[in-house]
C-alpha cells in the first residue's frame, strides 16, 4: 500500500504534516493541552455522533470506534450502514485494513485526520 504520491506508508508528505501539526495546535489552543491521537478520535466521534453529554468509559471507547470507522471510510475499508435507534452510526468492514506497523497505522490516522478536517472545514482560517 502507498499513500499520497506513491511513497510508502510510514511517510507522510511535508504537506500533509504541516497540515496536522495545524490540527494539533489549533486543539491545544481549544482545549488547553496537546491531544493525543486517542483525544483527536474521541472528539471526531462525538462530533460524528452529535451528542454533547458525559459519556461512560465503554461510550467512549465506542466514540474513538465510531472515529476510526469514519476515518477509514475514506480509504474504502469501511461504510457507513446505518444510524441506530440511539443516534449511533455504525460502519460496515468491506475489507481489513493492511497495516504493516504502529508507525503506518499512526500515519494513516494522521492523513485521514487532515482529510476529515479539510472536508469538514475545521481548520481556522490564518491571520
Given at each position: 500500500?502507498?499513500?499520497?504520491?506513491n511513497?510508502?506508508?510510514?511517510?507522510?508528505s511535508?504537506a500533509?504534516?504541516a497540515l496536522?501539526?495545524?490540527?494539533?495546535?489549533?486543539?491545544?489552543k481549544?482545549?488547553?493541552?496537546?491531544?493525543?491521537?486517542?483525544a483527536?478520535?474521541f472528539?471526531?466521534?462525538t462530533?460524528?455522533?452529535?451528542?454533547?453529554r458525559?459519556?461512560?468509559k465503554?461510550?467512549?471507547m465506542?466514540?474513538?470506534?465510531?472515529?476510526?470507522?469514519?476515518?477509514l471510510?475514506?480509504?474504502?475499508?469501511?461504510?457507513?450502514?446505518?444510524t441506530?435507534?440511539?443516534?449511533?452510526p455504525?460502519?460496515k468492514?468491506?475489507?481489513?485494513?493492511?497495516?504493516?506497523?504502529?508507525?503506518?497505522?499512526?500515519?494513516?490516522l494522521?492523513?485521514?485526520?487532515?482529510?476529515?478536517?479539510?472536508?469538514?472545514?475545521?481548520?481556522?482560517?490564518?491571520?
Open positions: 500500500m502507498t499513500t499520497e504520491n511513497t510508502p506508508p510510514t511517510v507522510l511535508d500533509t504534516k496536522w501539526y495545524r490540527v494539533v495546535f489549533a486543539l491545544k481549544q482545549f488547553g493541552k496537546k491531544p493525543n491521537m486517542d483527536i478520535l472528539l471526531i466521534g462530533r460524528e455522533l452529535g451528542q454533547l458525559a459519556f461512560e465503554h461510550e467512549k465506542d466514540l474513538m470506534h465510531v472515529a476510526t470507522c469514519k476515518l471510510s475514506y480509504e474504502g475499508y469501511y461504510a457507513f450502514d446505518f441506530d435507534e440511539d443516534g449511533w455504525h460502519y468492514m468491506l475489507h481489513k485494513p493492511p497495516y504493516a506497523d504502529l508507525l503506518s497505522q499512526e500515519n494513516l494522521r492523513k485521514l485526520v487532515v482529510q476529515y478536517f479539510e472536508e469538514n472545514e475545521l481548520f481556522e482560517e490564518e491571520a
